[in-house]
């Protein structure tokens, strides 16, 4: 009995464990030789969205600047003098931001998206702040009218055809 209350268990019992996982696949990699996988729904820093003719769609219109709940974005515009917008700087803090993608999801024209680049880290923390665009004319939307705006058009026209047959 006494012999039983020293016989190294747990010694058995550890080395049972390690040869059974001798043999498990591998859950890890060896980064950075072998790259992960990462998901497609997976979101990292905040990029420009380019069209393929590489046009960005930047309106300047500072929602995102307003949504961002920790105040890294910061849009300098300058008004033109016929109302246009040109951007000069489109400043992001990329080392404060959590990733939550609430400036993509507020931004009327898709002009920016989260990326799928995760090799984000610097030693230098000035590396972690940079302009996504710089001195170019905004964006302007093809105008539509408005649903008001019709309907008045087609009672307007309507009322003249009237006229005219009378
Ligand atoms: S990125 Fe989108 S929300 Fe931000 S200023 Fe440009 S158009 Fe507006
Ligand atoms: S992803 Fe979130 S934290 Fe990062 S810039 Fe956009 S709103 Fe701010």
Redesign the pocket.
Known sequence: MFLFRWFPSGMFRSLGVAFKNLFRRSITIRYPHVRAHIPERA?W??EINYDEDGMHRCTACRI?EK???????DIDVALGEDRSRHIKRWY?R?G?????????EACPTDAIK?GHDYELAHANPDLLEYDLLTDVAAYKRARTPRPADTAATQSQNQRGESNRDA
Request: charged fraction near 15%; charge should be positive.
């Open positions: 979101r820093a905040v995102c949504e961002c709940p920790n105040h890294l974005i992001y990329r404060g931001c959590m990733m939550c993608g609430l400036c993509v989260m």
